[in-house]
């Protein structure tokens, strides 16, 4: 499997984000949290609001369970005193417009992603899904993935059973757990630095590192302490 697949020995187990790793759905994402945030900026600070950019987006969101994004985000210009409803309330505007556009476009999964996919089933590589997201099996469905996928952990599992979001590595944790083996049989998938601290944070066997926006990205894909740093998962197949 390390020889077809790119990973030590040890791992039987792949444990895939999905917005960004597997489907395009992160850039749908950012674009639904810039408009919900912008609103929310505009009314709260009129014309001279300062917008949410991509970088915020990277930093305080990307990865993270709904309201843990909005409180990061909003934390980070010092905005602490909005109440609990305002915070459910800017991540249900999102997401209403997330599935809006989910509905409306559709999602593609990416191509190399299903190439990677096609050969860990040929490998005997066991594949669960594990994201934040409250929509993960929409999104699943939606790109003509869920059946590689064996076990799938969102944002509904693990705010049913009350586990932390990331960093913490607890939706990765019961990802292994399900799949039956120890973390460091396991791989873990990331495009979001704090999904690749939660893989660090829970001692997986391998981090993988997926940079889809450029710039400092990889480095601070490798500075938060990945193992590797891809473009697209396909590069890990050998020629």
Same mark, same amino acid.
């Given at each position: 499997? /390390?020889?077809?697949?790119?990973?030590?020995?040890?791992?039987?187990?792949?444990?895939?984000?999905?917005?960004?790793?597997?489907?395009?759905?992160?850039?749908?994402?950012?674009?639904?949290?810039?408009?919900?945030? !912008?609103?929310?900026?505009?009314?709260?600070?009129?014309?001279?609001?300062?917008?949410?950019?991509?970088? !915020?987006?990277?930093?305080?969101?990307?990865?993270?369970?709904?309201?843990?994004?909005?409180?990061?985000?909003?934390?980070?210009?010092?905005?602490?005193?909005?109440?609990?409803?305002?915070?459910?309330?800017?991540? /249900?505007?999102?997401?209403?417009?997330?599935?809006?556009?989910? /509905?409306?476009?559709?999602?593609?999964?990416?191509?190399?992603?299903?190439?990677?996919?096609?050969?860990?089933?040929?490998?005997?590589?066991? #594949?669960? #899904?594990?994201?934040?997201?409250?929509?993960?099996?929409?999104?699943?469905?939606?790109?003509?993935?869920?059946? @590689?996928?064996?076990?799938?952990? !969102?944002?509904?599992?693990?705010?049913?059973?009350?586990?932390?979001?990331?960093?913490?590595?607890?939706?990765?944790?019961?990802?292994?757990?399900?799949?039956? #083996?120890?973390?460091?049989?396991?791989?873990?998938?990331?495009?979001?630095?704090?999904?690749?601290?939660?893989?660090?944070?829970?001692? @997986?066997?391998?981090? #993988?590192?997926?940079?889809?926006?450029?710039?400092?990205?990889?480095?601070?894909m490798r500075t938060a302490g990945a193992d590797v740093v891809v473009n697209d998962l396909d590069e890990l197949i050998p020629a």
């Open positions: 499997m /390390s020889d077809v697949l790119g990973l030590p020995e040890q791992i039987s187990v792949a444990l895939f984000d999905l917005d960004g790793v597997l489907t395009s759905t992160a850039v749908l994402h950012r674009v639904a949290w810039k408009a919900a945030f !912008d609103d929310f900026l505009r009314d709260r600070d009129g014309d001279a609001f300062v917008p949410f950019t991509e970088q !915020d987006y990277l930093d305080y969101v990307d990865g993270r369970p709904r309201e843990d994004g909005v409180r990061a985000f909003l934390s980070s210009r010092g905005i602490n005193d909005v109440d609990d409803a305002t915070i459910a309330r800017i991540g /249900s505007e999102k997401n209403a417009m997330f599935l809006n556009t989910l /509905s409306r476009d559709g999602v593609s999964p990416y191509p190399g992603s299903v190439r990677y996919l096609q050969a860990a089933r040929d490998a005997g590589l066991r #594949v669960a #899904v594990v994201t934040s997201s409250k929509n993960g099996e929409a999104v699943l469905d939606a790109a003509g993935l869920s059946t @590689f996928v064996e076990v799938r952990v !969102d944002g509904q599992e693990t705010a049913a059973r009350g586990l932390r979001g990331k960093p913490a590595p607890d939706s990765f944790l019961l990802g292994a757990e399900l799949m039956g #083996v120890e973390p460091t049989a396991a791989a873990v998938f990331e495009d979001a630095i704090s999904g690749v601290q939660a893989g660090v944070a829970g001692r @997986f066997g391998y981090v #993988v590192g997926i940079d889809r926006v450029g710039g400092s990205q990889a480095e601070a």
